[in-house]
C-alpha cells in the first residue's frame, strides 16, 4: 500500500484540500446517530487505487470495520457501498477492502467511496442498512455533505441498500439524503421469497444424498440450517456433496448414482452444478444463523404444498422429501426485516446478469413488481446483460451505470437500457472488458 502524506491528509480532513472544498455543498451538521463516532483516520491506500487517492479507515461506534477513498480528481459525489453476503466470520478491519477492488472503478471515474463490514457477520438487513446510512452519516460529519450521495448495494447488499433507501431516503424533515440507488445483481426479491429455493433444496438434496445429515447425526428440521453446536465446516459439506452427486470429481469417475443424483438435483432445482455447494452452504450455515439467532428458531419456510417437478422419478421425491409448515411469526419477522415494500423516493438504477448463477435474475421481475404495486415504477430502471456471472460484471458496464445515474439526477436524463449499453460502449477502450448489455431482456418471476 502506498504512505499518505500526512500533511495532505490533514487539509483533506479538515476541508481544506481544493477537491473537498469545491466538491462539498453546506457543512453537514453533526448527526446524532454518528456523533460518537471516532473520525476517520488517514491511511495508505492500497496499489490499485489511482496514484492521487486519498484514503482513511476507522471503527463506527457501533461496531462497523470501515473504509473511504477519494480521487485527486474527485467529482463531488459519494458511493456509500453496502456489500453481499451476508458474511457470517467476524468482521475484520480489511474486509471493505475487497468490496473496494471489486468497485475500484467508481474511485477511477471520480466518485468518492466508502464501505463497511457492518457491525457483526450474520443475517440483519435492518441491521446492515443502519450501519451503512451511520457511515454516510461519518463521511458527512468529517468531510462536510458532497454535492451528490450514492447508495450502492451489490448482492445481498442490494437488499441491505433497497432498504437503506426506503428506510432512511429522506430525513424527518422531508429533506434529500441519498440522491440516488443503484443496486448490481441484487438480492432484491423479498427475503421471504428469494430464500425459499435454498429450503427447497435442502430438502431435494436430503432425498437423494441422505448424509446432510447423516443417519448416524443428530436428525433436525431442514430448516434450521444446522444445529447450533454442530462443528461442520463448508470443506466437510463439499465432501458430502461429492460423496453424493461427484461434484469435483472429473465425469469419468463418477458413479451411475452420482450422475443421477446430481442429474435430479439440479433439474429440480435449478442450481447449476458449479453453484452446489455455494447454494448448500447458505441453506446450511446462513440459516442456522437467521433462523436460530435472528427469528429465534422460528421457521420461514413452508413447502407443505409444493409439488417438485424434474426428476427421473417425481411421484417418489414428492412422497418422500421432508416436509414442513412455516410458523406465521416467524414468517413476519424475516418480512419485517428484510421484505421491501417498493416505496422508493429515490431514482434506482440495477444492473443484472441474465444468467447470474447465486442471485437468479427473476429477483429483478420480483422487485420491478413490488415497486409498481407501490406505485413507484418511474423511479425504477432496470438493465440486463448476458452474462453468467454475479459477483462482478465487466467494469465499463458498471461505469456506464454510474454515469447514467449521474446524467439522471444531474440532467434530468432518465436512463433507459439502450443509453446505459451506450455508456458503456464509450468507457470501454479505458478498461480490457467490453459491454454485454441485452436491451431487450425482460425477466420473469420464474427466470433462472
Not at 429455493?197 to 438434496?205: E, G, P, Q, S, T
Not at 409498481?372 to 438493465?383: E, I, K, P
Request: proline share 7%; charged share 20%; net charge negative.
Amino acid at each position: 500500500m502506498r504512505s499518505i502524506p500526512m500533511l495532505a491528509a490533514a487539509a483533506a480532513l479538515t476541508l481544506i484540500g481544493a477537491p473537498f472544498a469545491a466538491a462539498q455543498t453546506t457543512p453537514a451538521a453533526a448527526p446524532v446517530a454518528a456523533s460518537s463516532d471516532p473520525s476517520p483516520d488517514p491511511t495508505a491506500c492500497p496499489d490499485f487505487l489511482p496514484q492521487e487517492t486519498r484514503c482513511w479507515s476507522g471503527r463506527a461506534a457501533k461496531g462497523g470495520y470501515y473504509w473511504i477513498a477519494v480521487p485527486g480528481n474527485w467529482n463531488g459525489t459519494l458511493v456509500v457501498h453496502a456489500h453481499g453476503g451476508p458474511r457470517t466470520q467476524r468482521p475484520e478491519p480489511n474486509d471493505p477492502l475487497e468490496d473496494l477492488e471489486r468497485f475500484s472503478m467508481t474511485v477511477k471515474e471520480g466518485f468518492a467511496w466508502a464501505g463497511s463490514t457492518y457491525r457483526r457477520g450474520g443475517y440483519g438487513v435492518r441491521m446492515a442498512a443502519e450501519d451503512t446510512d451511520d457511515l454516510r452519516r461519518i463521511f458527512w460529519d468529517a468531510f462536510g455533505r458532497p454535492r451528490r450521495t450514492l447508495l450502492h448495494g451489490q448482492s445481498w447488499g442490494g437488499n441491505v441498500a433497497a432498504k437503506t433507501a426506503e428506510l432512511y431516503a429522506r430525513d424527518a424533515e422531508g429533506q434529500v439524503v441519498w440522491d440516488g440507488v443503484v443496486l448490481t445483481s441484487g438480492v432484491i426479491g423479498g427475503a421471504t421469497r428469494t430464500y425459499r429455493f435454498r429450503a427447497d433444496l435442502r430438502v431435494v438434496y436430503q432425498f437423494y444424498c441422505n448424509n446432510h445429515p447423516a443417519p448416524d447425526e443428530i436428525q433436525y428440521p431442514l430448516w434450521q440450517g444446522l444445529p447450533l453446536d454442530s462443528d461442520l465446516k463448508r470443506a466437510d459439506l463439499a465432501e458430502r456433496v461429492q460423496a453424493c452427486t461427484g461434484v469435483g470429481l472429473p465425469e469419468n469417475r463418477r458413479t451411475p448414482e452420482q450422475r443421477r443424483n446430481l442429474a435430479d438435483i439440479l433439474a429440480v432445482t435449478g442450481v447449476q452444478e458449479d453453484q452446489l455447494v455455494a447454494h448448500l452452504s447458505w441453506a446450511t450455515f446462513l440459516f442456522r444463523d437467521m433462523v436460530q439467532k435472528r427469528l429465534d428458531g422460528l421457521n420461514p419456510f413452508d413447502n407443505s404444498r409444493t409439488v417438485y417437478q424434474g426428476s427421473h422419478d417425481d411421484a417418489a421425491l414428492n412422497a418422500g422429501v421432508q416436509r414442513f409448515t412455516a410458523d406465521p411469526m416467524g414468517v413476519a419477522r424475516l418480512a419485517y426485516d428484510a421484505d421491501l415494500s417498493g416505496l422508493i423516493v429515490a431514482p434506482t438504477l440495477t444492473i443484472h446478469a441474465k444468467h447470474d448463477p447465486t442471485a437468479f435474475v427473476s429477483n429483478e421481475a420480483l422487485y420491478r413488481d413490488t415497486v409498481a404495486a407501490a406505485g413507484r415504477s418511474d423511479l425504477l430502471v432496470q438493465t440486463f446483460t448476458d452474462e453468467s456471472e454475479h459477483s462482478r460484471l465487466a467494469a465499463p458496464e458498471y461505469v456506464g451505470v454510474f454515469q447514467a445515474m449521474m446524467r439522471w439526477l444531474d440532467a434530468g436524463e432518465k436512463p433507459t437500457p439502450d443509453s446505459v449499453a451506450a455508456l458503456c460502449q464509450a468507457a470501454a477502450p479505458r478498461y480490457d472488458e467490453g459491454c454485454h448489455f441485452d436491451t431487450a431482456f425482460v425477466p420473469d418471476a420464474d427466470s433462472r
